[in-house]
């Protein structure tokens, strides 16, 4: 935040504390659009289908095996999300040498603006606790985050380096969830607007309306809010990171495409697409704990 005499720049990252007491409602809404696909696609409309025999049979079998698989790996995700700490500053963490010094010259305070970054190591005024490299104050949760990308109202959570790799994946199986729920009931939405009759209750009718309005809404914005992250990923960026170095043109810690992706995912394939990573990738990869990260030797004293 910058102050211009009365005037005081808005941080959009600040935000989100407006949005403090949602997060029980947001789990709710989003257990609540799940219900509301579930009624639409399996209860009315592809379940009884399944009784029709012949090819329509065949359609609401597939629908409905990928409907569930979808469903199942996006509550595993998106709980995981939730539940899994984003990663925190122990109190008493402390790097592990001070290259330019070395060990025994004690790092302090004043040596270290709260909102600098010397390519060593920062400090947070508000946690007055030394900072690991790409950690950020998220005012609330009211405590330093590793690799914080943003605090999300939606997991009622802070997306960091031990839980970013969960949201991807809430967001990848959401929009192909979304997406096929969509199509599914694409048939019955424009039978909606038809001459002919259409079967079922004004109350499954006014469900199945609601659920493909509903998903076609969450399908297009996680659509955009996907491709951003993609875009992060590639160029191994959080949220944050790339609002602060919005005029820096080269990132130290952008290792090409295929190595950025596995400071996410990892290296092992096998779990590309699941919210968990194998013992081999934490051993091997640092960044995966959120405290160490590879970067380019020639912009290590990069400054945003």
């Not at 959009?12 to 949602?22: D, E, H, I, M, P």
């Not at 943003?150 to 997306?159: A, I, P």
């Not at 790799?165 to 009931?185: A, G, N, P």
């Not at 996907?226 to 609002?243: P, Q």
Request: with cysteine; charged share 15%.
């Amino acid at each position: 935040m910058y102050r211009s005499g009365a005037v005081m720049a808005w941080n959009v990252f600040k935000f989100c504390t407006a949005l403090r007491g949602l997060g029980s409602i947001m789990i709710l809404l989003v257990l609540g659009v799940v219900g509301v696909s579930y009624y639409a696609v399996v209860i009315t409309n592809y379940g009884p289908g399944l009784a029709a025999g012949g090819l329509d049979s065949l359609i609401a079998f597939v629908v409905l095996v990928l409907f569930h698989c979808l469903l199942v790996m996006l509550l595993w995700s998106y709980f995981s999300v939730v539940f899994t700490d984003p990663g925190g500053v122990p109190s008493n963490w402390r790097p592990a040498v001070d290259e330019e010094r070395g060990d025994n010259d004690p790092l302090t305070a004043s040596e270290f603006p709260a909102n600098s970054d010397n390519g060593r190591i920062r400090y947070c005024r508000k946690c007055n606790q030394l900072k690991p490299p790409r950690c950020h104050h998220c005012s609330v949760c009211g405590r330093c985050i590793l690799k914080m990308d943003h605090h999300c109202v939606w997991v009622v959570n802070c997306v960091g380096a031990l839980n970013y790799k969960y949201f991807l994946l809430f967001l990848f199986y959401t929009f192909l969830e979304t997406s096929l729920v969509t199509l599914s009931l694409l048939p019955h939405f424009i039978a909606f607007f038809s001459d002919g009759e259409i079967p079922g209750t004004p109350g499954t009718l006014a469900t199945t309306f609601l659920a493909f309005v509903l998903n076609l809404a969450f399908a297009l914005s996680v659509m955009g809010f996907l491709i951003m992250h993609i875009s992060l990923v590639a160029a191994n960026t959080t949220t944050i990171e790339a609002y602060e170095k919005k005029t820096t043109p080269k990132w130290r810690y952008d290792l090409g495409r295929r190595r950025n992706f596995e400071q996410v995912f990892g290296m092992d394939k096998k779990y590309w697409f699941i919210p968990a990573y194998s013992e081999e990738d934490l051993r091997r990869i640092p960044a995966l704990q959120g405290f160490e990260y590879p970067s380019k030797p020639d912009l290590d004293s990069q400054e945003f």
